[in-house]
T-cell receptor, first 119, second 110 residues
Framework: EAGVTQFPSHSVIEKGQTVTLRCDPISGHDNLYWYRRVMGKEIKFLLH????????ESGMPNNRFLAERTGGTYSTLKVQPAELEDSGVYFCASSQVIGRAAGVGEKLFFGSGTQLSVL | GENVEQHPSTLSVQEGDSAVIKCTYS??????FPWYKQELGKRPQLIID?????GEKKDQRIAVTLNKTAKHFSLHITETQPEDSAVYFC?????????FGQGTTLQVKP
């Protein structure tokens, strides 16, 4: 089974430029999440898609960040214009709720992340 | 919203010793508590999880305990090995999303 894939693995851009990150979740996973980790801090929630709908975008820092998931498959996260504080590792994760009624938790599968450096 | 605090931020142990990482959460409605391990340059991977209706769960050398009253949960690794060296994250599920702690960098010295 293919895992969650993210592209690119690294991106170095200058302040004010635009960057688009892509995530391909595990096939069949309706839930897709974006997270970000700034050096030494927690993996911070950004937003959650259920299929193509934004379920929760309470973690999005500001309107320079735009996430889409057209067709409910892959997702993109665009940062425009990028600022220095946007640097960090952006993780995508996907899940398929399994037997919630049976008491089984929702297991999240992560991609390898995109290391974004804004100079 | 939910807030998860994790301690310590770094932990160094001798091979063969035990390691304990502790987390507290703020929202009593959280009901699922996974632990992720991230090795250098790799993706975070689920190593063990526990639901709120269970107090303890064990899988070989790793175990997790949950105290719902005190709102804290812990990861215990026994007989540590060098390959256990990694960053460990605890998390709590709240309103459909996981909220993570700050991470613990575990170093196991041979």
């Amino acid at each position: 089974e293919a895992g969650v894939t993210q592209f690119p693995s690294h991106s170095v851009i200058e302040k004010g430029q635009t960057v688009t990150l892509r995530c391909d979740p595990i096939s069949g996973h309706d839930n897709l999440y974006w997270y970000r980790r700034v050096m030494g801090k927690e993996i911070k929630f950004l937003l959650h898609f259920v299929k193509e709908s934004k379920q929760d975008e309470s973690g999005m820092p500001n309107n320079r960040f735009l996430a889409e998931r057209t067709g409910g498959t892959y997702s993109t996260l665009k940062v425009q214009p990028a600022e220095l504080e946007d640097s960090g590792v952006y993780f995508c994760a996907s899940s398929q709720v399994i037997g919630r009624a049976a008491g089984v938790g929702e297991k999240l599968f992560f991609g390898s992340g995109t290391q974004l450096s804004v100079l | 919203g939910e807030n998860v605090e994790q301690h310590p931020s770094t932990l160094s142990v001798q091979e063969g010793d035990s390691a304990v990482i502790k987390c507290t959460y703020s929202d009593s409605a959280s009901n699922y508590f996974p632990w992720y391990k991230q090795e250098l340059g790799k993706r975070p991977q689920l190593i063990i999880d526990i639901r709120s209706n269970v107090g303890e769960k064990k899988d070989q050398r790793i175990a997790v305990t949950l105290n719902k009253t005190a709102k804290h949960f812990s990861l215990h690794i026994t007989e540590t090995q060098p390959e256990d060296s990694a960053v460990y994250f605890c998390a709590a599920r709240n309103t459909g999303k996981l909220i993570f702690g700050q991470g613990t960098t575990l170093q196991v010295k041979p």
